[in-house]
């Protein structure tokens, strides 16, 4: 490890390469002259193999001799890189830090002095431009260069406001604004943060107004950004022709009641204009402002509830799940589908820091979400953003979690020959694999079982050690006295959970297509798609209802794995296409290796759920991820994928 006085000490050199005085480093950095003549030779041994070095002169100082420049910057780049943490080394550090810089700067800016402040050449930056640029365009912003002055941002100033918020201020969801001590908020806008907090409490507390803890912080932090620029002197000039009916709504008070405390506080002044900024923010937000009795179609509108009612709906029609009285979900959407539709109409942009975590733990949702998407864009004429529709699949996929805690578990009745130590024994190991799904109703010996007494009982499953030959009215499966994954696996097919027998039917080793040598998302849909068509025949164009769902959302799940499939169900059968890369390739913003084609037949998305089941633990085990992307036999693939242990197994 390097000690930052060394980086000190030739950061002093490069601002200085005429000659610095011993005794003013040893002030500077509060040490004696004897340690930085140690220090002095200590850096030389890394400078003087690129032809450098640190002499001394007279008259107690030092000079600096570099025999090649250009070698001399490129050391200086990377040694500052691996030694500092002062010093941007990621491309997301230095594009925020590229973004700060010309979003809060009202002069021009020299690509020389980005490059010198990043410690990086003239040519790199020039490559974090066209990214830099990328990301202003998502907000109608872009760059403004001037010959001899260097570049500006051009660009309303609303926009600029919502690309500081998403760009420059990094909230972490773990931790609420004012609990996050080194939260880039606080330290980008601490002197006003406790203020407007306070206010806005002040405000909302004698009224029916309820703000989510990430919605709170969202609006103190859109106040704070507003007053930072008015200071500034940025003024919003003109906002959404939308505009106009903001001033009728509930939203304008709260926005109006907050700011009038504000100026009294702060002995500050804020135009209409920036009042009607918050209110649309506000309007962003599920303020909840409900009074007791009002129906729901009253607290969201018309329009919204006819919007709710067609996607539940099509949700019901398409993917053959029946939400219709679940009142929970119907007012948590509807809230949130009323707030949707008024940041897309004022152009506000969302983050979704949770929306990885929603494609991996609940990829089913995220399809229903999509369908829930398409009516949305026809009703607003505008595409649906990837993190809204995250946004939606988090209601959908805790609807579908209480569907499935609604579901009763199978009462057993455990027939064991060997005693009842041995009996205890298999039932903590059944409870243990299958938790909530099994209820052990009784134990007995295999003399004392009764047709009857299991009818009585209402026995979904009889589970024994010892053979029974006897008629019964429900399923025995026979499992071993000393109970082993095997075991696991007849219960599950028994009960239905078996989910590796589901996924076999739907592989087809025509269908598997080890270590290809492909380069984009774009060929391996194309090549996966017409080995799929010409084997099923689906006369409709498979690769564009791929691409149109990848539009929608990439189906990219991390762990190098993505399951592309067409937005609507057209083959004849289902099926499954597997290809896996020799050299990962981009999928969205993943890393992908491992491609799975799923196609469901027409008809028949309760397929798509079950196979998502299916391919859920693939998907999550990066070392079984790994096996199969290093296989190179179609046969040994195919066993790979089966021997998987998709429930739980024994310890």
């Known amino acids: 490890m390097i000690h930052h006085r060394l980086l000190d000490i030739l950061n002093e050199f490069l601002k200085t390469p005429s ?68 010093v941007m080394t990621t491309q997301e550090e230095r594009l925020t830090f590229i973004l700060q810089r010309l979003l809060t700067s009202r002069e ?3 690509l020389n002095d980005l490059a010198e402040e990043l410690y990086l050449s003239k040519a790199t930056i020039n490559l974090l431009m066209k990214d830099v640029t990328t990301i202003l365009k998502e907000y109608d912003l872009s760059i403004e260069k001037r010959p001899y002055y260097g570049i500006h941002i051009k660009g309303n100033e609303f926009s600029i ?7 420059l201020l990094h909230r972490d969801i773990n931790f609420p604004l004012f609990e996050n001590k080194n939260g880039a908020e606080k330290k980008l806008l601490a002197q006003d943060l406790y203020i407007i907090k306070d206010t806005i409490l002040e405000c909302i507390k004698n009224t029916n107004v309820y703000l989510s803890d990430l919605e709170f912080d969202n609006l103190v932090i859109h106040i704070a950004i507003a007053i930072r620029r008015i200071k500034g002197r ?40 920036e009042v009607l900024y918050v209110a649309i923010h506000l309007l962003g937000m599920k303020v909840t402002s409900a ?11 018309e329009q919204t509830y006819n919007i709710l009612e067609e996607i539940i709906m ?51 949702a995220l399809e229903i979400a999509v369908e829930a998407s398409k009516i949305l864009d026809q009703y607003i004429g505008k595409p649906i953003s990837e993190n809204e529709t995250g946004y939606i699949a988090i209601h959908f996929g805790a609807a579908i979690d209480r569907l499935k805690t609604k579901l009763k578990p199978k009462r057993c009745l455990l027939v064991c020959a060997s005693g009842l130590g041995s009996a205890q024994l298999i039932k903590n190991k059944i409870l243990e694999s299958f938790k909530d799904k099994i209820i052990i109703a009784g134990i007995t010996g295999f003399y004392q079982l009764q047709a009857e007494k299991i ?24 499992v071993h006295s000393i109970f082993n994954n095997s075991d696991i696996k007849a219960i599950q097919k028994k009960l239905g959970y078996e989910v590796n027998e589901h996924l076999k039917k739907y592989i087809d080793r025509d269908l598997i297509f080890p ?125 790979t994928l089966l021997s998987s242990q998709l429930e739980t197994s024994v310890t």
């Not at 040598?517 to 010409?534: G, H, P, T, W, Y």
């Not at 057209?570 to 084609?597: H, R």
Request: proline residues 4%.
């Open 19 to 86: 000659g610095l005085n011993r005794s003013f480093l040893s002030k500077m950095l509060n040490v004696s002259t004897k340690t930085i003549q140690n220090d002095i030779k200590a850096l030389n041994e890394h400078i003087t193999p690129i032809g450098a070095k640190i002499e001394s002169k007279r008259g107690n100082g030092y000079n600096l001799k570099i025999e090649n420049q250009k070698d001399f910057q490129q050391f200086c780049i990377k040694f500052f890189q691996l030694h500092t943490d002062k």
């Open 108 to 110: 021009f800016i020299k």
């Open 161 to 167: 406001r919502s690309c500081i918020s998403q760009h």
């Open 234 to 273: 940025h003024y919003i000039q003109s906002l959404s022709p939308n505009i106009q009916d903001v001033q009728d709504t509930y939203e304008f008070k709260i926005a109006h009641n907050i700011l009038e405390r504000l100026e009294k506080i702060l002995k500050f002044t804020f135009p209409i204009e």
């Open 291 to 301: 009074i007791k009795g009002e129906s729901l179609k009253d607290i969201i509108g």
């Open 314 to 364: 099509a949700v019901d029609n398409n993917m053959g799940y029946n939400f219709k009285n679940d009142r929970e979900l119907l007012f948590a959407l509807g809230l949130h589908i009323k707030a949707q539709i008024n940041r897309i109409k004022y152009g506000l942009n969302i983050r979704n820091p949770l929306l990885e975590d929603i494609k991996n733990r609940y990829p089913f």
């Open 455 to 478: 009818l009585q009982e209402k026995i979904d499953l009889v589970i024994s050690t010892v053979n029974i030959t006897m008629p019964l009215p429900v399923p025995v499966v026979k």
């Open 515 to 639: 270590q290809q040598e492909i380069a984009s998302r774009e060929e391996v849909i194309r090549f996966l798609c017409q080995k799929v068509s010409d084997l099923d025949g689906t006369k409709e164009d498979l690769n564009e209802a791929v691409i149109k769902r990848e539009k929608a959302s990439a189906t990219s799940f991390g762990n190098l794995v993505a399951i592309p499939h067409p937005i609507k169900p057209l083959s004849n059968k289902t099926i499954l296409a597997f290809c896996t890369l020799k050299k990962p390739i981009m999928w969205g913003e993943q890393s992908v290796q491992f491609i799975c084609l799923l196609c469901v037949k027409r008809g028949n998305n309760r397929d798509l759920q079950r196979l998502y089941d299916s391919l859920y633990d693939i998907i999550n085990d990066l070392q079984m991820v790994e096996r199969l992307i290093n296989t190179t036999k179609i046969k040994t693939f195919e066993e």
